[in-house]
């Protein structure tokens, strides 16, 4: 069981990274981040700060609000968030500072790179749902709100995407007068990573299942 555990923290941080490469393709393609990122990178360009930090300082935030809204209910194992937080943090500033570098030239480029990071989000998201160990603090606060409100947590969750989008961009209009951060990317991610990340669960639920020396044909796989 303990290699079992390991092998699915390795698969889910596997994961963690893919994702964090997906965001630094999408500062990089200066489209916009996805909903989730949207927030961090906003305040990045306001304050001298990195991306990953102010991604860890969110979700800390995000924890928080999560025990002041489960209270007696809620689960200490939950606290597991908070390295995650700060191991993801740390990802996204080097996966930032490793492709410093790269440039577009064109805006078909800038669209190649937004491509590239919409896809490896979708694909570090479906690997942690595999993975089924930890959420990242942003699900975990959806869950918590569903779990004391009538909600879906599908619906819950497009909620809590355009709340972070709508205070990333009034963050920018007030702050610096102008829109910053949110733009046609933006919208592409909210919309695309969620209907990737459903049919490529499956060829990594096989990836998973040998991962930890099951046949395809096991309960995960199907």
Not at 95 to 120: E, N, P, R, T
Not at 139 to 157: D, T, W, Y
Not at 174 to 194: D, H, N, S, Y
């Amino acid at each position: 069981m303990k290699t079992e555990c390991v092998k699915r923290y390795l698969f889910f941080f596997t994961g963690l990274f893919a994702m964090s490469f997906g965001v630094a393709f999408s500062i990089k393609a200066d489209l916009g981040t996805s909903p989730i990122s949207s927030v961090p990178y906003v305040l990045s360009l306001i304050m001298p700060i990195t991306v990953g930090k102010i991604t860890i300082a969110m979700h800390c935030v995000f924890i928080l609000l999560q025990v002041l809204i489960l209270r007696r209910n809620y689960q200490f194992v939950q606290l597991m968030q908070l390295p995650v937080a700060i191991a993801f943090g740390f990802m996204i500033d080097f996966a930032v500072w490793l492709l410093d570098g790269v440039h577009y030239s064109s805006y078909l480029m800038q669209w190649l790179f937004c491509i590239i990071g919409i896809v490896m989000v979708a694909a570090g998201v479906s690997m942690e749902v595999t993975a089924n160990v930890v959420t990242l603090a942003g699900e975990g606060l959806v869950l918590a709100v569903c779990k004391v409100a009538p909600v879906k947590f599908s619906s819950m969750k497009v909620c809590f995407d355009c709340i972070l989008v709508a205070i990333a961009a009034l963050t920018g209009i007030f702050i610096k007068g102008k829109l910053l951060g949110v733009r046609e990317g933006t919208i592409a991610a909210a919309m695309f990573v969620g209907l990737l990340s459903k049919p490529i669960c499956r060829p990594m639920t096989k990836l998973m299942n040998r991962v930890l020396g099951r046949s395809s044909a096991s309960p995960e796989a199907e």
